[in-house]
């Protein structure tokens, strides 16, 4: 099956610096893949996704690169503020009919 | 919209016990997904289904664990007896095909 990779597993940067987490997945039939936010004791929320038919997409100050080569997508927040601080999970999918497979989370920590 | 709806939000019980977890999924989702996550990492599916069959329970402990939708609608999933391994948030989520998938408030199970 899916095997999705994460890393790092936590990152610290100062308020106002990029932030980039990276995952790489195995199954190159995969061709959805979301970001999730997830802060303390609350639930996934979809921040941004990708399809495999596209290359990178932007909202604001979050953007998501694909490379379906290596099999390997990136989420990318730029003038990071201290309410980004939460737990970043990337997913994967090989069609509509199945269900996500979700790496292990990057702990994103925002310091004014 | 109103989103998933879980409960309990939370549930302590003595291994060996059993217990039940409830969810409603957004009106019209014909897909649900119940997903374990375990303290640090990501969501890992259990169990799949469309409209009231299952889609994947290949990571179903289905000696201890079991789920029913019946109608298509409200899902239930049991786990009897209680291990301390399944000490864990219990994720339900619904979508429509090849849509973004939505998560409930989950469950949080402690197992002593």
């Known amino acids: 099956g899916e095997n999705v990779e994460q890393h790092p597993s936590t990152l610290s940067v100062q308020e106002g610096d990029s932030a980039v987490i990276k995952c790489t997945y195995s199954d190159s039939a995969s061709n959805y893949f979301p970001w999730y936010k997830q802060e303390l004791g609350k639930r996934p929320q979809l921040i941004i996704d990708?399809?495999?038919?596209?290359g990178e997409k932007k909202d604001q100050r979050i953007a998501v690169t694909l490379n379906k080569t290596a099999k390997h997508f990136s989420l990318h927040i730029t003038e990071t503020q201290p309410e980004d601080s939460a737990v970043y999970f990337c997913?994967?999918?090989?069609?509509?009919?199945?269900?996500?497979?979700f790496g292990k989370g990057t702990s994103l920590l925002v310091t004014p | 919209e109103a989103g998933v709806a879980q409960s309990p939000r939370y549930k302590i019980i003595e291994k060996r016990q059993s217990v039940a977890f409830w969810c409603n999924p957004i009106?019209?989702?014909?897909?649900l997904y119940w997903y374990q996550q375990i303290l640090g990492q990501g969501p890992k599916l259990l169990i799949q289904?469309?409209?009231?069959?299952?889609?994947?329970d290949s990571q179903l402990p289905k000696d201890r664990f079991s789920a029913e939708r019946l109608k298509g609608v409200d899902s239930t999933l049991k786990i009897q007896p209680a291990k301390l391994e399944d000490s864990a948030v219990y994720l339900c989520a619904s979508n429509q095909l090849n849509t973004e998938a939505f998560f409930g408030q989950g469950t949080r199970l402690t197992v002593v």
């Open positions: 009106s019209g989702h014909a897909t």
């Open positions: 990708i399809r495999s038919n596209v």
């Open positions: 997913a994967a999918r090989t069609n509509s009919g199945y269900a996500l497979n």
């Open positions: 289904f469309q409209n009231n069959g299952v889609v994947d």
